[in-house]
Structure formats: C-alpha cells, structure tokens
C-alpha cells in the first residue's frame, strides 16, 4: 500500500468502525485469530506503537493461556482450527524472538512444546528440526543463514504452515538424522512432561 491509501484507510470511517467491531470481538471472544486480523490493519494504517504492543501482548497472554491448557489436557493444536492455528503462531513467534535474542532455554522450551503438541506432523518436524539445531549450537543466525530455508517463505493464510519455518537447506528428515542426539535429547525432555 502506498502512503495515499493508508491515509484514505485512516480517514474511512466504515473502516475505522470495523477495526472497532473487530477489537470488541478479539475481547469478547477471546480470540487469538481475531487479534491478528486487528493486528494486521493495525500494522498497515501505521497505528501508534501502544495500540499495537496492547494488541500483540493479549495475543501472546491468550496464546500462553491456550497452551498450558492444552498441556494440562495432553490435547494437540488442530491446525484446521483457525483459533488453535493462531495459538501456535503466537507461540512459535514468540519463540523465534527468544532465539533471536539469545533465550536459548527459553526457545528450545517452546520449540520442543510445539513439536509435542502440533499434529501437523511437517510442521512438528519442523519445531524439532529447530530445537535441535539450537541444542547443537546454532545461534539465531547461523539457524537462517546455514539451515533455514528462508527465501520460500510464503504467506498464504489457507496454507497451516504459513508463518512457520518448515523449508530447509536439507530435507527434514535428514536434519533430523544429522542432529539424532539432540533429537533424542529432545524426546527424553518430551517424555518427561
């Protein structure tokens, strides 16, 4: 969008009331998936950093808040379920920001939770892939630069592993069998839980 069109969007009044509708609809239902539509319009009509941290912080608060009680009923995500899909986004966003900023504890933790708890089965390979090359020692950026396929990326909402990395410069299955220690490291954890 073009800076014309973000300042038609802002002063569109139908507009400005569907972003009010959709808020009111994140709150009272709770919605994840919600917060991400809002989030995104949020994000295209430039709107103030508060408005988008508050936004971005009930995103993660709900997502956390879904996970323990997935954990707690030893339940997986469906990915068909656009709420539960949006709990797993969050979190694996989440989760790729602790790897970015070091919080490598922190990281595998959510990785390994995700690769556990997503029935998607491309996808927790994926979340293993990434808990185990950070287990072996990659740091964020070795992970993008040396493992992660990253220039296939695609967004395409109908897409379940839209916003995941799940492309690698090996096959998944060979990553898999490259960091077999960390992989099994990884399942003793699991068992634990």
Request: aromatic share 8%.
């Amino acid at each position: 969008m073009n800076q014309e069109e973000i300042e038609a969007l802002k002063n569109n009044p139908e507009f400005q009331e569907n972003l009010k509708l959709l808020e009111k609809e994140m709150k009272e239902q709770e919605s994840i998936a919600r917060g991400y539509q809002l989030l995104d319009a949020k994000l295209v009509t430039e709107a103030p950093e508060d408005e988008v941290n508050e936004i971005f912080t009930f995103i993660v608060n709900k997502a956390f808040d879904n996970l323990a009680q997935k954990l707690s009923e030893k339940a997986k995500l469906d990915l068909s379920n656009p709420e539960e899909w949006a709990t797993a986004r969050a979190i694996y966003e989440h989760g790729i920001q602790r790897y970015s900023e070091n919080d490598l504890k922190g990281a595998k933790e959510i990785f390994l939770a995700l690769h556990h708890l997503i029935e998607h089965k491309e996808i927790s390979d994926a979340m293993m892939v990434h808990a185990a090359a950070l287990m072996a020692g990659h740091d964020f950026d070795s992970f993008i630069e040396n493992i992660a396929q990253i220039s296939d990326i695609h967004v395409d909402n109908d897409d379940a592993s839209a916003f995941f990395i799940t492309d690698f410069a090996q096959p998944t299955d060979i990553l898999l069998q490259m960091f077999a220690k960390e992989v099994k490291e990884g399942q003793e954890l699991l068992a634990k839980l």
